[in-house]
């Protein structure tokens, strides 16, 4: 099991500090979120005026026709396009708006892992997805050396929103991950999300 050291939640939006809690939980969600620097292409149905197409700011917003700007980053697109619906709908632009979110291009999202590894170096995050097992980050940066303490590898986690910053610091047992199955294997997932720096150890001889 991992231990949480630290856990100061702040983020660029109330939905993005979801879910970070969210994924780092034991329970993954699979859905994908809208992160910054996604590009998108947003359209209304039947209001060609309205289509645009924009990448997220590094807040999580998007400047909208007729609305400004609104926040949707670290939300499902389900989720995104009812929010802007209903948006369409209390600031009465329109009466049954159909908002359709369409992902261009997802921003590129890396790892970096550290320490007592075969390969130090940035991991990348595969595309459509929000983070990467742990185990699955180290094992693409050549796997654990000979003396890598398996069982207590950091992970540091640097949060920006409302002007501050601060960082989530864990202590994960990759070791217990990599001997885990069945349904143990999946209550102990820990998902590294992106710009996570992962730090394995050397162990004490």
């Given at each position: 099991?991992?231990?949480?050291?630290?856990?100061?939640?702040l983020a660029?939006?109330?939905?993005?500090?979801?879910?970070?809690?969210a994924?780092n939980?034991?329970s993954?969600g699979?859905?994908?979120?809208?992160?910054p620097?996604?590009?998108?292409?947003?359209?209304?149905?039947?209001?060609?005026?309205?289509q645009?197409e924009?990448?997220?700011?590094?807040?999580?917003?998007?400047s909208?026709p007729l609305?400004?700007?609104?926040?949707i980053?670290?939300?499902?697109?389900f989720?995104?396009q009812?929010?802007?619906?209903?948006a369409f709908?209390?600031?009465?632009?329109?009466v049954k708006?159909?908002?359709?979110?369409?992902i261009?291009?997802?921003?590129?999202?890396?790892?970096?892992?550290?320490?007592?590894?075969?390969?130090?170096?940035?991991?990348?995050?595969?595309q459509?997805?929000?983070?990467?097992p742990?185990?699955?980050?180290?094992?693409?940066?050549?796997g654990?050396?000979?003396a890598?303490?398996k069982a207590d590898?950091?992970?540091?986690?640097?949060?920006?929103?409302?002007?501050q910053t601060?960082?989530?610091s864990f202590?994960?047992?990759?070791?217990?991950?990599l001997?885990?199955?069945?349904k143990?294997?999946?209550?102990q997932l820990?998902?590294?999300?992106?710009?996570?720096?992962i730090?394995?150890?050397?162990?004490?001889?």
């Amino acid at each position: 099991m991992f231990r949480i050291f630290t856990f100061i939640v702040l983020a660029y939006s109330a939905n993005v500090c979801s879910a970070l809690n969210a994924e780092n939980s034991q329970s993954v969600g699979h859905t994908y979120l809208l992160s910054p620097f996604d590009k998108l292409i947003i359209s209304v149905y039947g209001q060609d005026d309205l289509q645009s197409e924009q990448r997220i700011s590094d807040q999580g917003a998007i400047s909208m026709p007729l609305l400004g700007d609104v926040t949707i980053g670290g939300l499902p697109v389900f989720e995104a396009q009812k929010l802007l619906e209903e948006a369409f709908v209390n600031q009465r632009y329109l009466v049954k708006p159909v908002v359709t979110i369409s992902i261009e291009e997802f921003s590129p999202k890396v790892v970096t892992v550290l320490g007592e590894v075969e390969s130090p170096g940035s991991i990348v995050i595969p595309q459509g997805r929000n983070g990467i097992p742990i185990q699955i980050a180290i094992a693409q940066a050549g796997g654990f050396t000979g003396a890598a303490q398996k069982a207590d590898v950091k992970v540091t986690r640097t949060l920006t929103g409302a002007g501050q910053t601060d960082e989530v610091s864990f202590d994960v047992d990759v070791a217990a991950i990599l001997q885990a199955s069945g349904k143990s294997k999946a209550e102990q997932l820990f998902l590294a999300l992106p710009d996570d720096i992962i730090f394995v150890p050397r162990r004490l001889f």
